[in-house]
């Protein structure tokens, strides 16, 4: 009797250990884990990858990496686009615009973000600001290749009808682009409506034809201390 008693306690023991085993075996939780790049992982960092590569990629980028051509016209002028609608959006609405992708020259990039703000600050000053811009319209716009040592450069000119809210209003822009180590980029910028920011500290009728001029250290310190005034 008291072997029979022992056997069944170790036939018991046994029973119990080989659950437990297999209570383990199928808890998903002790299921191990396989580090490794399945197929749909690689597909997907190959294109994360892809992607960020893209970002780095300038926007405006020019037919050749030197000089400029004829097939460049339709990319700078859609650029030249981008610029008025961001600008007017930033001095009317208080939109945020990226200088980087349309401005190579430190000096312009400063100048013209002294125009949007203050410009902006008028129109708060005036409460202006509800009158919000829409959209833009281009009027008949000019494009000229114009040759020079440094692989030439565009002129634009381009008639602007800038839809408010609640009417509107239109001015003429001219844009001076070159091709920067093959990234088009505008060089010069300039509005001549009367009573325009560049009208009134750049000065008016002026010919626009110096791509080179926020090169020029003597001219941007004078300017300098004419936006010192506004």
């Known amino acids: 009797m008291t072997r029979f008693m022992m056997l069944f306690i ?13 209570i383990k075996g199928n808890n998903p939780k002790e299921a191990p884990v396989v580090s490794g790049d399945s197929s749909a992982d690689r597909a997907l960092n190959t294109e994360v990858a892809r992607s960020a ?18 097939q460049d016209f339709e990319t700078a002028y859609e650029m030249c686009v981008k610029a008025l609608s961001d600008y007017y959006k930033a001095v009317w609405n ?3 615009i990226e ?7 430190d000096h312009l990039k400063q100048y013209t973000q002294q125009k949007i703000q203050s410009q902006y600050d008028v129109h708060i000053k005036h409460n202006l ?3 919000l811009v829409q959209d833009i319209e281009i009027g008949a716009w000019e494009v000229e290749y114009k040759d020079d040592v440094n692989g030439g450069y565009l002129y634009f000119n381009l ?14 822009t001219e844009f001076l682009v070159r091709n920067v180590n093959g990234k088009l980029v505008i060089v010069d910028w300039y509005t001549g409506a009367k009573d325009s920011y560049d009208f009134m500290v750049r ?19 004078k300017l300098d201390h004419m936006t010192d005034e506004f």
């Open 159 to 172: 008639p602007v009808q800038i839809n408010m809210t609640v009417g509107g209003y239109g001015e003429v």
């Open 94 to 96: 208080g939109s945020d």
């Open 129 to 131: 600001t509800d009158d």
């Open 10 to 22: 170790a036939i018991g023991l046994v029973l119990v250990g080989c659950s437990q085993d297999q």
């Open 53 to 70: 590569e893209q970002k780095l990629l300038p926007e405006y980028v020019a037919k050749n990496e030197s000089g400029l051509s004829d």
């Open 203 to 221: 000065g008016a009728n002026l010919t626009i034809n110096n791509p080179d001029i926020w090169n020029d250290s003597e001219w941007v310190k």
């Open 99 to 105: 200088m980087d992708t349309l401005i190579e020259n």
